[in-house]
């Protein structure tokens, strides 16, 4: 049973940072693309960036110069660092791969 889990989101200021996790079961994660979309209210969910199975990676344009994603294979672990956060960040964000996603992490980002 392919399972995802998420963490690391929460409350931070404008201009702050914050590491999101998403711990991968059930599948052999290193074989496998992933990414992490994001879903604000009254919004459609929308990629934000990719990592493929090689490291290659791609970000949406809103998020470019402050998103990093990145993968440790060994501990099936795929992680965005998101620095310089802005109000229109607020989301939750999914981790998916393939057809599966994670049960998402509220990111809110206020002052």
């Known amino acids: 049973q392919v399972q995802l889990v998420e963490s690391g989101g929460g409350l931070v200021q404008p201009g702050g940072s914050l590491r999101l996790s998403c711990v991968v079961s059930?599948?052999?994660?290193?074989?496998?693309?992933m990414a992490w979309d994001r879903q604000a209210p009254g919004k459609e969910r929308e990629l934000v960036a990719h990592?493929?199975?090689?490291?290659?990676?791609t970000y949406a344009d809103s998020v470019k110069g402050r998103f990093t994603i990145s993968r440790d294979n060994a501990k099936n672990t795929v992680y965005l660092q998101m620095n310089s956060l802005k109000g229109e960040d607020t989301a939750v964000y999914y981790c998916?791969?393939?057809?599966?996603w994670g049960q998402g992490t509220q990111v809110t980002v206020s002052s």
């Open positions: 059930g599948m052999t994660f290193r074989s496998y693309d």
């Open positions: 990592i493929s199975s090689g490291g290659v990676t």
């Open positions: 998916r791969c393939n057809a599966y």
